[in-house]
């Protein structure tokens, strides 16, 4: 992870993993909560985890990674 997390999960983990391998991913919370199998909750706080460390970014309802503008033409 580009940023820097402290107490990181594995939830956390295995948010950044999926989204690591699938640089246009974008999720909205519902769709995360179902992907990840956590409580609304628990998935928020790590989504919003991330974002804090600039790993992903939120525009409108949607997660996406911070950096996908790289990969964009």
Known sequence: MTGIL??????HFRIWSEFHTMPGLRLT???ACRLFGGTP??????????VDAAVLCQIGPYF???DF?????
């Open 6 to 11: 402290t107490n990181a999960s594995e939830l």
């Open 64 to 66: 996406i990674r911070a």
């Open 29 to 31: 919370l519902g769709q």
């Open 41 to 50: 909750s628990e998935v928020e706080a790590a989504l919003q985890d991330l």
């Open 69 to 73: 503008s790289r990969f964009t033409a």
